[in-house]
């Protein structure tokens, strides 16, 4: 649900969301930026697999489920601020488990988002590897500023160590896309 006085990032142009980044306002802060990055990515995932040969029995799969991931993840941007301005303003549970369930989320899909980068890096058309070691390195960002978060937000949570994870992970699928030492 996005807050009655803004608009959503999604229905922003990209000029208007790089406006908003900077301004002195609490969103979109990390999380929202995040999960902007991890559809991003996704996007790239889907781009540079669509490009692949015909051929490559997995085309179909990856392209689908990177747009998956990135229909899932969109909506976090707003999700996210929302999240963070309603915990600024009453400091309960509810928006607590909220600041920590949303960049979790980010990360796990993140995650996600980067090993299809580093499938479509190693097994689809060489000509647009770059794009999809690109997507890898904006879905490792994503996981690591969602585990940060998690981390940040929350103490004694199981899910401080299974974001970490997905951050981790993230990280080396990201290596393995970028195919420059090969």
Avoid: C
Wanted: charged share 25%; hydrophobic share 55%.
């Amino acid at each position: 649900m996005v807050s009655s006085e803004r608009r959503s990032f999604l229905d922003l142009s990209l000029k208007e969301v790089l406006d908003a980044v900077p301004a002195r306002t609490p969103a979109p802060g990390g999380g929202a930026v995040a999960a902007i990055a991890a559809s991003l990515a996704a996007g790239l995932v889907a781009m540079a697999a669509r490009f692949a040969a015909e051929e490559w029995e997995r085309r179909a799969e990856v392209v689908g489920r990177a747009e998956e991931l990135r229909a899932r993840v969109e909506p976090l941007a707003d999700a996210d601020a929302d999240a963070y301005g309603a915990f600024l303003t009453e400091r309960s549970q509810a928006n607590v488990e909220r600041i920590v369930a949303i960049p979790f989320e980010i990360a796990e899909i993140a995650a996600e988002v980067a090993e299809l980068a580093a499938l479509v890096a190693a097994e689809g058309n060489p000509n647009v590897s770059g794009d999809a070691a690109a997507a890898g390195d904006l879905a490792a960002a994503a996981a690591s500023i969602g585990a940060r978060l998690v981390a940040l937000n929350t103490t004694g949570d199981a899910r401080v160590a299974e974001a970490n994870v997905h951050a981790q992970l993230a990280a080396a699928a990201a290596r393995r896309a970028d195919r420059r030492d090969d």
